[in-house]
């Protein structure tokens, strides 16, 4: 089981940025995805997670109005779609993967088991 996060960069604030998880050897389709991001000094938060049937949950409110979660069972990946970026969602961002056949979308990472490595998001201000 492996995830591969991918989509980083450098972006000024109000630009947009969309940030994919990929999975390989397996498939996505019974797993709850979540999206997570830290930051130095703090622990990784839950930003945005999305079950196998498409149910989501936010995990940061700061992000609602600006970053949107899909998956694309077909291509076998999530995407996380972020806009109207501000400098405090300067982070490394993490996907995750909580096999569960149920409608929980968690938040909290330690429901997660399978985590991909990070991508840097920086916004400029």
């Known amino acids: 089981v492996q995830l591969q996060a991918s989509g980083g960069g450098l972006v000024q604030a109000g630009e947009s940025l969309r940030l994919s998880c990929a999975g390989s050897g397996f498939s996505l389709d019974n797993y709850a995805i979540g999206w997570f991001r830290k930051v130095p000094g703090k622990e990784r938060e839950g930003i945005i997670c999305?079950?196998?049937?498409?149910?989501?949950?936010y995990g940061d409110d700061s992000v609602k109005g600006r970053f949107t979660i899909s998956r694309d069972n077909a291509k076998n990946t999530v995407a996380l779609q972020m806009s109207s970026l501000k400098p405090e969602d300067t982070a490394v961002y993490y996907c995750?993967?909580?096999?569960?056949?149920?409608?929980?979308?968690?938040?909290?990472?330690?429901?997660?088991?399978?985590w991909g490595q990070g991508t840097q998001v920086t916004v400029s201000s």
């Open positions: 999305i079950n196998s049937i498409g149910s989501t949950n």
């Open positions: 995750a993967a909580d096999y569960r056949n149920n409608a929980y979308v968690p938040t909290d990472r330690y429901q997660y088991d399978y």
